[in-house]
């Protein structure tokens, strides 16, 4: 399978525990993109990186979120002290970076957060 | 700002008759507009994307959709449905984003279409 890979599938974590999430992008795509997507919402996002540039996050929810591309190809995403408002599905996207791109999704990690 | 109103949050249709998922936007620019289907349990499907291309776009699994300027609306169809279409779809507009030429997607919230046999 050549598409965006994310792991694990699901955590379940109790409140104030840490959890770090990954996702593997398409190999050849130089953009990933981390979204949240709460029940009934659609996906909202979160940050994004350029090869292992961090490029925006001032979306990210809060300073317990963090992310990280260290070689420009896999990326994780951090939570600490976890809430349980933080129960949600996490994305993660890349894109090949040119002009009107398409990204494409992984299949999501499901948070919850007891 | 760019914004994406998705009018129905559930639609239900019978098999083998027309769906019609309707999706309307605002953009300050010339937006790409997508149409993603999410199935349980699963990540993001592209269905289509339109471009400024032709107005008329064909995806996936028989979908099609219209881009109309004057209504800023991207209306998705299919003639008739499948069992295997029951899904969420997600209207979805990309903007250019300030930071270093990328894009950002803003997306609806989302439409329940379900199938009755």
């Known amino acids: 399978d050549t598409g965006v890979s994310q792991d694990p599938r699901h955590k379940i974590t109790k409140r104030g525990q840490n959890v770090t999430f990954r996702c593997d992008p398409i190999?050849?795509?130089?953009?990933l993109y981390w979204y949240r997507q709460t029940l009934g919402q659609g996906p909202e996002f979160l940050t994004y990186?350029?090869?292992?540039?961090?490029?925006?996050k001032s979306r990210l929810l809060s300073d317990r979120f963090s992310a990280e591309r260290p070689k420009g190809s896999f990326s994780t995403l951090e939570i600490q002290r976890t809430e349980q408002g933080d129960s949600a599905m996490y994305l993660c996207a890349s894109s090949l970076g040119q002009i009107k791109e398409t990204q494409y999704f992984g299949p999501g990690t499901r948070l919850l957060v007891l | 700002a760019q914004s994406v109103t998705q009018l129905d949050s559930h639609v239900s249709v019978s098999e083998g008759t027309p769906v019609l998922l309707r999706c309307n936007y605002s953009?300050?620019?010339?937006?790409?507009l997508f149409w993603y289907v999410q199935h349980p349990n699963k990540g993001l499907q592209l269905l289509l994307k339109?471009?400024?291309?032709?107005?008329l776009v064909k995806g996936i699994n028989g979908f099609e959709a219209e881009f109309k300027k004057s209504e800023t609306s991207f209306h998705l169809t299919k003639p008739s449905a499948h069992m295997s279409d029951a899904a969420e779809y997600f209207c979805v507009v990309s903007e250019p984003y300030s930071g270093a030429g990328s894009y950002q997607l803003t997306f609806g919230k989302g439409t329940k279409l379900s199938v009755i046999p």
């Open positions: 339109y471009t400024s291309a032709a107005t």
């Open positions: 953009s300050s620019y010339s937006p790409s």
């Open positions: 990186f350029q090869n292992e540039a961090q490029l925006e």
């Open positions: 190999s050849e795509h130089n953009r």
